[in-house]
T-cell receptor, first 109, second 116 residues
Framework: GQQLNQSPQSMFIQEGEDVSMNCTSS?????WLWYKQDPGEGPVLLIA?????ELTSNGRLTAQFGITRKDSFLNISASIPSDVGIYFC?????????FGTGTRLTIIP | DAGVIQSPRHEVTEMGQEVTLRCKPI?????LFWYRQTMMRGLELLIY????????DSGMPEDRFSAKMPNASFSTLKIQPSEPRDSAVYFC??????????????FGEGSRLTVL
């Protein structure tokens, strides 16, 4: 079945640092989405990408839909304490939203 | 605006007991999804409905699991009998589907189930 592999699995950074994470798939997709899950909450959509090569920003977040349509990247600039959580890539195929393995972000005081 | 509402938030039960999780989707949404989250398997889709009709239940682990959506504003996920390996956080999500789904789902806060 479809697999979405995210890296890194976890990150420990200091406040103010930039963050980069990525997601790769064994299949080609037409949609990439990035969700964030805060502790004790459900995932919340951050950014949606619908076109190969698309680069989209949402405040300090920037995501790109890879040209090969098999990968996507998420960058967070100037991290702040509320950025902690788990970031999931996801894509939509056959009416199903499949999630990646997640990247857990921890900010060191 | 009210989001997706799930109940109970936490449930602790003993093996063999019946468990019923409830979900109220966002008003006007016509697709509803049930996911399960565990450390080992991450977020897994169990079943989803379009216009109250189950479309794909291939993610339901076994016959002990069942889901219903009697109307547009209510869905249940039932486990009978429950087993310790069912312990997980169960999420309900909804979306508005026009033509095809876009993947923009709105999740509830989840129901954390512990089966002893």
């Amino acid at each position: 079945g479809q697999q979405l592999n995210q890296s890194p699995q976890s990150m420990f950074i200091q406040e103010g640092e930039d963050v980069s994470m990525n997601c790769t798939s064994s299949s080609i997709f037409n949609t990439w989405l990035w969700y964030k899950q805060d502790p004790g909450e459900g995932p919340v959509l951050l950014i949606a990408l619908y076109k190969a090569g698309e680069l989209t920003s949402n405040g300090r977040l920037t995501a790109q839909f890879g040209i090969t349509r098999k990968d996507s990247f998420l960058n967070i600039s100037a991290s702040i304490p509320s950025d902690v959580g788990i970031y999931f890539c996801a894509n939509f195929g056959n009416e199903k939203l499949t999630f990646g393995t997640g990247t857990r972000l921890t900010i060191i005081p | 605006d009210a989001g997706v509402i799930q109940s109970p938030r936490h449930e602790v039960t003993e093996m063999g007991q019946e468990v019923t999780l409830r979900c109220k989707p966002i008003s006007g949404h016509n697709s509803l999804f049930w996911y399960r989250q565990t450390m080992m398997r991450g977020l897994e889709l169990l079943i989803y409905f379009n216009n109250n009709v189950p479309i794909d239940d291939s993610g339901m682990p076994e016959d002990r699991f069942s889901a219903k959506m009697p109307n547009a504003s209510f869905s249940t996920l039932k486990i009978q009998p429950s087993e310790p390996r069912d312990s997980a956080v169960y999420f309900c999500a909804s979306s508005f589907r026009r033509g095809t789904n876009t993947g923009e789902l709105f999740f509830g806060e989840g129901s954390r189930l512990t089966v002893l």
